[in-house]
Structures are given as C-alpha cells and as structure tokens.
C-alpha cells in the first residue's frame, strides 16, 4: 500500500492561486492512478482531478476544469494540483488518493477505485 501526505494548502483570496502537493511512499510501484478529491463542511467527498501514474493520462471534474492542473513527477514520487482563478466554493479540505487497481479511466472519478488516502489539507478561498 501506498503512503500520502498532502501539503500546500492555506488561504487565499478569490482568483488567487495555490499549488498543492502529495508526497507518495511505500509501494510506490504499484500504484496505477493518482487522483485529488476535497470535501466541503456539510458536503460528501467530490471528485477533482486524477492522473494515471504511468502514461499521464488526465481526468478532470467540470467544476474545475480549465482553472485546475493535474501534474505528476514519477522521479521524485509527487502529485500536484495547481488550482488558478480560485473560487470561494472552492473551499473545502482536499484530499490525495492513490490505487494499484487498474480501472478505466471512467472509473478514476469514483472514490471507491481508490485505496490509499492522505490526512487532507484545508484551502480557503475568502476575502
């Protein structure tokens, strides 16, 4: 199984931007996709972003895409999540989730493809 530690979460004014990070460890090689999920207080967890850790391919939330990137760095065992042109329902706690199951990418977007999860990192978007 695969270790997360999210980082890089703070507050923010509106349009602002942020750059979150997830440090991966343990069985680094079996991991399959990498994906951010957040969760708002009073909401249930909500898809964001995902990556296949290896190939590259991208999957996005309608919410988020054009403003958030995705982004991997296989040699040091990082994911990335630049969030742009921030909004205040952007506020949540966001969470890195990692899977060794190989699912489809359709699938990525489901919370239960994924078996690893890190403590999660608060981002508030306010003036």
């Known amino acids: 199984q695969v270790q997360l530690v999210e980082s890089g979460g703070g507050l923010v004014q509106p349009g602002g931007s942020l750059r979150l990070s997830c440090a991966a460890s343990g069985s680094i090689f079996m991991v399959y996709s990498m994906g951010w999920y957040r969760q708002a207080p009073g909401k249930e967890r909500e898809f964001v972003a995902a990556?296949?850790?290896?190939?590259?391919?991208?999957i996005y939330a309608d919410s988020v895409k054009g403003r958030f990137a995705i982004s991997k760095d296989n040699a040091k065992d990082m994911v990335y999540l630049q969030m742009n042109s921030l909004k205040s329902e952007d506020t949540a706690v966001y969470y890195c989730?990692?899977?060794?199951?190989?699912?489809?990418?359709?699938?990525?977007?489901?919370?239960?493809?994924?078996?690893?999860w890190g403590q999660g990192t608060q981002v508030t978007v306010s003036s």
């Open positions: 990556v296949r850790w290896r190939g590259g391919n991208t």
């Open positions: 989730a990692g899977t060794e199951r190989q699912v489809i990418i359709s699938q990525m977007r489901s919370p239960a493809s994924y078996v690893s």
